[in-house]
């Protein structure tokens, strides 16, 4: 069955840095577009980053360029998010999601990254 599996999140001071995974399982992965959303509390669930199926095309929220980087491993059909200089507003559950040109999406459970100021 379908699986996106996150990884990676957890307490982090101000400054700090974390590596999220997401390892996929259960359909084509080199046929999605991956990106890595975020919902941090009372707010509404945001794109974080988003990679294309070959990666060759990236996009970021405004407020992580610079400090975040999405990639992707087509041969170990997983994503990454690398976050540094974490802030305190970084403070979300960080959620995978696979998008193929159909519409076909697909989402993982989350992982929570707190960053402490």
């Known amino acids: 069955q379908v699986q996106l599996v996150e990884s990676g999140g957890g307490l982090v001071e101000t400054g700090g840095s974390l590596r999220l995974s997401c390892a996929v399982s259960?359909?084509?992965?080199?046929?999605?577009?991956m990106s890595w959303y975020r919902q941090a509390p009372g707010k509404e669930r945001e794109l974080v980053a988003r990679?294309?199926?070959?990666?060759?095309?990236?996009r970021y929220l405004d407020s992580v360029k610079g400090r975040f980087t999405i990639s992707r491993d087509n041969a170990k059909n997983t994503v990454y998010l690398q976050m540094n200089s974490l802030k305190p507003e970084d403070t979300a559950v960080y959620y995978c999601?696979?998008?193929?040109?159909?519409?076909?999406?697909?989402w993982g459970k989350g992982t929570l990254v707190t960053v402490s100021s």
């Open positions: 259960g359909f084509a992965f080199s046929n999605y577009a």
């Open positions: 999601h696979a998008e193929n040109t159909f519409g076909v999406d697909y």
């Open positions: 990679i294309n199926r070959a990666a060759g095309i990236t």
